[in-house]
């Protein structure tokens, strides 16, 4: 097989993670935060199956496919948190959902 | 191989900078499954096909499509798109970037430090994923399968209506 | 037959219980019958028993019965458990029959009051409670008869609860006993821990063993077992209760405040006599506690003008006259004048209260009597005798007896201490001059009040018993140049050892001596208040005399004293602390939570945005700390 | 070189191929339809109006390519282009024979095919979407949940197969057939994966996004012109593809006695298109919530026996 840089492997789940970073910090809108965890997740997943791939070891995409369990799990209750913030609130603006303020 | 890797590398980079920038939902919803696929594609590069195929058939042809679902169902309008574009204004970036920035220098950082030996990217067949799913990790796929269960249980029952009315 | 001693105080408890239970349902008759039969029967189970065991002695002298174990941890079993010597037996025989009396007579007295069916509760309580306190084997088990009489002093002073200065009386005796208590307590601490038993013949005989004569740790205990006796005993400095304790109904006062109970201190003593031994010292303190007192107290009755109040007073000081005794070693003295004690201070309680149930509106103050010897015949008589006895006329009395071995037992102590014997023999003098004060101006000279009502035989009875046993009650005991009867002493050998006998001639000159001062005492009275010279009535109306009156009226200026010292930097403390000084520690704590609270809250915004943005940041430092170490 | 050379004959052959015979279906359809309903079909342009395909290409190409202005133009000119594109990729991992076709022997064939109908999705929900029009909307939205409920069951139809052969690769799944079709072993998964392949391509019965009769076209209302022809061409590349699929996966493939494998490969797929067009013809279209119905509560459950007893059955060998 090819051999890429290790190191240029690594950059790239860290650029995703951090990219998703900002969309959770910056976006407002519920849909996109939870489009940027996506990101989050992918990125982690694939820093799995990176270090599954050095190693040349099953495991690290056994533990992606456990990401890839979490992901959908948590997709579909985020989702339908967010269609019930939507019919409560009227918006999915998240800052609008801060009943829970101090 | 190499430039299959940094080709989809930076596409992928590129779609999910678009996907956190988009004012339109459905637009960063597509950038995002650009970036998935770009993703895949690195996994398989990688030598893991059975997670490319999954990371496609999962996130971008499930998960995804959930998203755009619901999207579509909301139906949000130019209206939303126009605010969502009022709402990312530059000093709102400059915080999380900097953030950001620092989270990317300080891991690259890490991962620079640890001297690893160049890599040899053997292809995992699926059939050891397999066997090493259903052997030492079979506990974590029952959790696995309880975090599904749980996780259909409740999105149903949150977005479940009563008398019409949720 | 002794070994039914435990139904001694098995029946007054159940009178109590049944009476209680009933809870003021019974009609009085049956509350009277209730009230006084169990008692009746304990008397006269006490005198078989009493005969019985003077007629065959068990073997030692001495008997005991255990009932049953009452807890067992450990090396810690105390036993409920009865032990019957000459002491208790004593004891028990007084308590009893003027209990029985003082109970008989009170069904009389009481009459148509509201809480009848109480009263004879608690007094069967009482009689119940000190009986225990007399024949419990064990100290852990006296302890509960000790508290139980407590209690009972502590309802009956306050059983006219309805007035507010009862219920304080009743406090302050609770309280101020409570202090002695908590002495006593302690004391029972240290004994356990240092002889490992609470059962008193064991633990003498291993105090004997194991401490040496005059140890420190003798000391400690007997000091703390004595704190307990002076609470209880009313002995300076925690004598303040009892004049106030004189709140409730006067056959209370007679039994529980002269006869019997205030007379616990004396017994725990005398029961403890051979832990005192090994502490000289302290048996010493005890002997100056009490000459201090039977001084003190006799001046304090000199002014006072409730007819009650001079009784408490006297009670005081004649209590002083026990711990005295005690002091001296001359233990059987102090039991002696312990009985005769009881049977003229209960027989002047008695008659005090009979005067004061005539008079209208129940009058105790002194001089707004007058005139009474001839119309109240019987009062007066009793009065008169148990005035006598404790003014130790000669010869013929009581009190004579038994104060007469006192003073020349201390005298005979040593001549270390002859100012024990001389404040005995002042407060001898100054006795006769208060009591016959009180004579001559209650029952001579004009008639101030009028006299409603008539006596039953319920009141004569037991005032005319109490007369004969005032009188007789010293013939068991009388000194050498009177006949030498020793039968008192005798009896009581077995407990503690023969009595040391004065040297007869200086024993007689004393004798004589102390009759004389009694005497001179009773026609000092006679001068002053039966043909008051103007010289006498303008020499009490001079200022220096008149503070003097104020001071001894207020029983010396303890309760100023006290209030001074003890009550107000008390109260001080509690006002300044009435919002709780130690809980400012923790409202402080809470206030701070509750600021940093405030501050945290700032941070809970509710946007998610927010709290994603500070996790974001605090991993980025945890990494930086884990990059940079 | 050669090699190369190979590969790259194999893949525009295999492209025209298709694209012939996806535009001849056309033709087909129509024709069987008629025969089927007992009239004639297009006849007129050519021998049995064979050439009408022509017309129509010609016709549909000359037509106005219009984008409503209302529309989301990236995303409406992106959709029918995502259609295409996912069909033909997934033919990709079919082995026509043991040499012709692309990757035939691809260790993840079923995955990718998988991941290809499962990105065919956005074909038609983008389109519904970016039409900016209620009914394309309801359309697209149709689409989406049948055919994400959908691609479940078929995946998990497939497990039977793949547990067989022990492989994902579809050249071996194939030649494990050579005793044996799985239709045999694996009867339940052929039809659970029948129906979700029909879902998948949305034809009718299961035809609800389109559904004429209540949302007007669906999410191609809007489309017009090459685009509209996209759509067209893609579906009936998917019905070849799906049909393909069945007889690679449960009807042997190549294999078949006397004749080439190629030509046996072609009439077991025509059988299966034609089988398919049949069914358009038959059978009427059940109501959205029925079809939801039955594939959650019907399919799923059967697949699930399906796999439960082949695992057990393979257990016991």
């Known amino acids: 097989m090819t051999t890429i840089p290790l190191d240029h492997v690594l950059i790239l789940p860290v650029l995703l993670f951090a990219l998703g970073v900002i969309g959770v910090l910056v976006r407002r809108n519920l849909v996109f935060i939870l489009m940027s965890i996506e990101i989050m997740l992918n990125a982690a997943g694939l820093m799995f199956i990176i270090a599954g791939a050095r190693w040349g070891q099953p495991d690290g995409q056994v533990m992606f496919l456990l990401v890839l369990t979490l992901a959908a799990a948590e997709v579909s209750v985020g989702l339908a948190l967010i269609i019930r913030i939507r019919h409560r609130l009227t918006t999915l603006d998240s800052d609008a959902a801060d009943l829970l303020q101090g | ?166 | 037959m002794i070994h039914d001693l435990w139904l001694v105080p098995a029946f007054p408890l159940l009178g109590a219980a049944i009476l209680m239970i009933s809870a003021g349902r019974l009609p009085s008759r049956a509350v009277a019958l209730v009230g006084v039969v169990p008692v009746a029967v304990s008397a006269i189970v006490s005198a078989i028993i009493g005969i019985g065991f003077m007629a065959a002695p068990p073997s030692g002298h001495a008997f005991t019965e255990i009932l049953w174990r009452w807890i067992a941890i450990g090396g810690f079993r105390p036993a409920v458990g009865l032990y019957l010597d000459p002491l208790s037996l004593v004891m028990m025989l007084v308590v009893t029959i003027v209990g029985f009396l003082i109970l008989l007579y009170s069904t009389e007295f009481m009459a148509g009051d509201e809480g009848y069916s109480r009263f004879f509760a608690y007094m069967n309580l009482f009689v119940s409670a000190m009986l225990v306190l007399l024949l419990a084997s064990n100290l852990l088990f006296l302890y509960v008869g000790w508290e139980g009489v407590g209690l009972c002093s502590y309802l009956l002073i306050g059983f006219w609860y309805q007035d507010a200065a009862n219920g304080l009386a009743a406090r302050k005796a609770f309280i101020v006993t409570r202090i002695g208590d908590t002495g006593l307590m302690i004391g029972l601490f240290v004994l356990f821990t240092h002889l490992g038993t609470l059962d008193i013949q064991p633990l003498l005989h291993r105090a004997a063993s194991v401490w040496p004569h005059g140890s420190a740790i003798a000391s400690l205990a007997t000091a703390l077992l004595l704190i307990g006796a002076l609470g209880k005993s009313a002995q300076i400095p925690l004598q303040t209760w009892l004049p106030d304790a004189m709140a409730g109904p006067t056959p209370v006062s007679a039994l529980i405040h002269a006869a019997t109970m205030v007379t616990a201190g004396v017994y725990l003593i005398a029961r403890m006599h051979g832990l005192y031994m090994l502490a000289p010292a302290i048996q010493m303190t005890v002997a100056a506690i009490g000459a201090a007192t039977l001084f003190v107290a006799a001046f304090a009755a000199l002014n006072q003008h409730d007819i009650k109040r001079i009784l408490a007073y006297s009670t005081v000081s004649q209590i002083g006259y026990m711990f005295l005794a005690l002091g001296v070693g001359a233990w059987t003295a102090a039991i002696f004048h312990f009985m005769a004690h009881a049977f003229f201070k209960a027989l002047l309680f008695l008659a005090a209260g009979a005067i004061t149930m005539r008079l209208e509106h129940h009058e105790h103050d002194i001089f707004r009597m007058g005139g009474l010897a001839k119309k109240l015949p019987v009062a007066f008589w009793s009065f008169l005798i148990g005035s006598a006895s404790l003014a130790a006329l000669p010869l013929v009395t009581a009190g004579f007896y038994s104060k007469e071995m006192i003073l020349s037992e201390t005298w005979a102590h040593g001549g270390a201490v002859p100012i024990l014997w001389a404040a005995g023999l002042v407060t001898a003098f100054v006795t006769a001059l208060y009591i016959f004060r009180a004579v001559f101006i209650v029952f001579f000279g004009e008639a101030k009040t009028p006299i409603v009502g008539r006596y039953g035989i319920r009141i004569v009875l037991p005032l005319a018993v109490l007369s004969v046993l005032a009188v007789i009650g010293g013939f068991v005991e009388t000194p050498n140049g009177l006949g030498g009867v020793t039968i008192f002493s005798r009896f009581m050998g077995s407990v503690f050892g023969p009595a040391p006998l004065a040297a007869g001639a200086t024993e007689t000159a004393l004798l004589v001596f102390a009759s004389l001062v009694s005497l001179s005492g009773v026609g000092l009275a006679w001068l002053l208040y039966m043909r008051p010279a103007p010289r006498f009535a303008a020499w009490t109306q001079t200022p220096s005399v008149v503070a003097w009156r104020a001071f001894f009226l207020s029983g010396w200026g303890f309760d100023v004293v006290y209030d001074r010292l003890v009550v107000r930097p008390f109260l001080y403390v509690v006002r300044i602390n009435r919002h709780d000084a130690i809980d400012d520690v923790y409202t402080g704590i809470a206030e701070a939570s509750r600021g940093l609270h405030r501050l945290l809250k700032l941070t809970q915004t509710g946007r998610i945005r927010w709290y994603a943005g500070w996790l974001a940041a605090g991993s980025i430092l945890t990494i930086a700390v884990a990059v940079i170490r | 070189m050669n090699l190369i050379l190979f590969g790259l004959l194999n893949i525009v052959g295999i492209l025209l191929m298709l694209v012939i015979g996806a535009a001849l279906l056309t033709w087909i359809e129509r024709r069987l339809l008629g025969f089927w309903q007992d009239r004639r079909g297009p006849n007129r342009v050519g021998p049995f109006g064979s050439l009408q395909v022509v017309a129509d290409m010609i016709k549909i190409l000359f037509k106005q390519d219009w984008i409503p202005p209302f529309a989301d133009p990236v995303v409406f000119v992106l959709a029918p282009a995502v259609v295409m594109v996912a069909a033909l990729l997934a033919f990709a991992v079919v082995p026509v024979t043991p040499s012709i076709g692309i990757a035939g022997n691809l260790n993840i064939g079923i995955l990718f095919f998988l991941a290809m109908t499962s990105l065919s999705v956005y074909s038609v929900v983008l389109a519904g979407w970016a039409s900016n029009n209620k009914y394309s909307l309801l359309g697209g939205m149709r689409a989406a949940a049948q055919m994400v409920s959908y691609e479940v069951f078929m995946g998990l139809a497939l497990i039977g197969v793949v547990m067989l052969t022990g492989s994902f690769s579809l050249a071996d799944i194939v030649r494990a057939q050579q005793e044996l079709w799985f239709v045999v072993p694996q009867f339940l998964g052929f039809i659970v994966f029948m129906i979700a392949g029909i879902a998948e391509t949305h034809r009718l019965p299961f035809d609800l996004p389109e559904g004429e009769n209540e949302l007007g076209a669906g999410f191609h209302t809007e489309y017009s012109s090459m685009k509209f022809g996209m759509f067209f061409v893609g579906e009936y590349i998917g019905i070849i593809l799906v049909s393909a699929m069945i007889v690679i996966l449960f009807f042997g493939g190549w294999q078949g006695p006397l004749l080439p494998p190629i030509l046996w490969f072609a009439i077991k797929t025509g059988a299966f298109v034609g089988f398919f067009i049949l069914l358009r013809a038959a059978l009427p279209r059940p109501r959205y919530d029925q079809l939801m119905a039955y594939g959650w509560k019907l399919m799923l459950p059967l697949s699930l026996l399906n796999i439960a007893v082949t695992g057990a059955v393979m257990l016991t060998h």
């Open chain 2, 1 to 166: 191989m190499n430039a299959t890797f940094y080709l989809s590398a930076a596409i992928a980079v590129l779609s999910t900078v678009l996907v956190i920038t988009r004012a339109n939902g459905v637009h960063a919803l597509l950038y995002l499954v650009v970036s998935l696929l770009a993703v895949a594609l690195v996994f398989f590069t990688l030598g893991a096909p059975f997670a490319a195929a999954l990371e496609v058939i999962v996130y971008a042809g499930a998960i995804m499509v959930l998203f755009v679902f619901v999207v579509m169902m909301m139906n949000l309008g130019d209206a939303a798109a126009v605010r969502e574009a009022r709402w990312m204004e530059p000093k709102i970036w400059v915080g999380p970037s900097i953030l950001a920035i620092l989270l990317t220098a300080q891991l690259a950082y890490m991962l620079d430090s640890n001297t690893m030996s160049q890599p040899h990217h053997a292809i995992v067949p699926a059939r050891a994923v397999g066997i090493a799913m259903y052997g030492p990790y079979l506990l974590c796929v029952e959790l696995a399968s309880m975090l599904l269960l749980a996780a259909l249980v409740g999105a149903y029952r949150l977005a479940h209506t009563e008398h019409g009315r949720l």
